[in-house]
């Protein structure tokens, strides 16, 4: 049967203050009052119904998670001891998975995403599913057609096309992030995807590459699946790496018997990763500056100002460019729309000098 994961851990700090600890960007009702989680569980209506619908995420986070997705059973909502970083948001469903459906298909998306139109992502979606079972050795992934030689992001580069399943193609490489003029070059190359960062794959098929290749890793999280009350022993002990490091590159090397392929995402796509991300949400006035909540800009141009206050304080702004001002209750936030990026640096020296309190 076909399954869904939605991941939703970390806590967002590159949108500090408005999410904390307490509340992860992932929560914030960013978009026409829903969260970016609520917004990836909708887009799987009429894909997976909700009682095969996983959310992993903070174990300190469960009871937000389950006020914004109520429809979806507490027992699909899986709850990290400690961020241990993608491969394991990841294999840990799988293994779980595997143990309730030896044949479970299984699809993994982010929770901060933000995807139009909504139809195009779900036939792409059961293009995904489909290319993972009829093919037990494929590990798929989601490569959304660039429409901008995006720096930010990684790429996937595109081989051959897979016989008799159009817009499905094998994956030559992953590549990092490029520089302004590669990737340039793979646009006007039309081989590259961005890599979106979204899978589909046999539970079991990703599993034993798992095991080929992180065989320690395996061997805990079957363990958790058969022990789910070793969760807090187990779990804060797993490597901490990334699934594209731990398992998609090694397998498009050829380091263990799979392979990988890529479905086209021809879609409007974005990823909330920082305040850049999130003026683009915003409507903007004459002067190029996106606002919410009480303030006035004058003489100043491409801001992005953000009024949290809820107290009535007012953010005044004169001859002002190019700046992120964000207020809330506790904290006020002030840099250079150009050095958002380092919000999370900021965050880390604020949690050092001050502890917790702030992050």
């Not at 806590?11 to 307490?22: E, H, N, V, Y």
């Not at 992934?141 to 930010?152: L, R």
């Not at 793979?186 to 990703?206: D, H, I, K, Q, V």
């Amino acid at each position: 049967m076909r399954y869904a994961v939605i991941m939703a851990g970390g806590s967002g700090t590159r949108l500090w203050p408005l999410s904390r600890k307490g509340m992860p960007k992932q929560l914030l009702p960013l978009v026409d009052g829903k969260s970016t989680l609520r917004l990836a569980y909708e887009r799987l209506a009429g894909v997976v119904p909700d009682e095969r619908i996983l959310v992993c995420t903070g174990a300190a986070h469960l009871d937000l998670v389950a006020a914004d997705v109520p429809e979806l059973d507490p027992a699909n909502l899986l709850g990290e001891p400690e961020g241990r970083d993608s491969l394991n948001a990841i294999a840990w469903p799988a293994a779980l998975l595997a143990e309730r459906d030896p044949d479970a298909v299984m699809t993994v998306l982010s929770s901060d995403h933000l995807i139009s139109p909504v139809a195009r992502f779900a036939d792409a979606l059961q293009d995904g599913f489909a290319a993972a079972e009829s093919d037990p050795g494929a590990l798929v992934t989601f490569g959304v057609v660039p429409t901008s030689p995006h720096t930010g992001l990684g790429y996937l580069e595109r081989g051959a096309e897979v016989a008799g399943r159009s817009g499905v193609c094998r994956v030559e490489a992953f590549v990092e992030k490029p520089d302004r003029e590669t990737a340039e070059g793979y646009l006007a190359s039309g081989r590259y995807w961005w890599n979106s960062g979204m899978f589909a794959w046999r539970a079991e098929t990703f599993l034993d590459q798992l095991r080929q290749l992180l065989p320690d890793t395996h061997a805990q999280v079957r363990e958790l699946a058969a022990h789910p009350d070793r969760l807090a022993g187990i779990y804060p002990r797993l490597t901490k790496i990334s699934v594209d490091y731990a398992i998609m590159e090694p397998v498009s090397q050829g380091r263990a018997t799979g392979h990988v392929l890529a479905v086209g995402l021809p879609i409007d796509w974005q990823d909330i990763g920082g305040f850049a991300a999130l003026a683009d949400l915003l409507p903007r006035d004459e002067s190029g500056n996106a606002t919410e909540g009480p303030s006035v800009l004058h003489l100043s141009k491409d801001n992005l100002v953000i009024n949290k206050s809820g107290d009535g304080r007012l953010v005044a702004m004169v001859g002002i460019s190019g700046t992120v001002v964000v207020q809330t209750p506790e904290i006020t936030l002030v840099c250079p729309l150009a050095e958002a990026g380092r919000v999370k640096e900021l965050v880390a020296e604020v949690a050092a000098r001050l502890g917790p309190d702030y992050a």
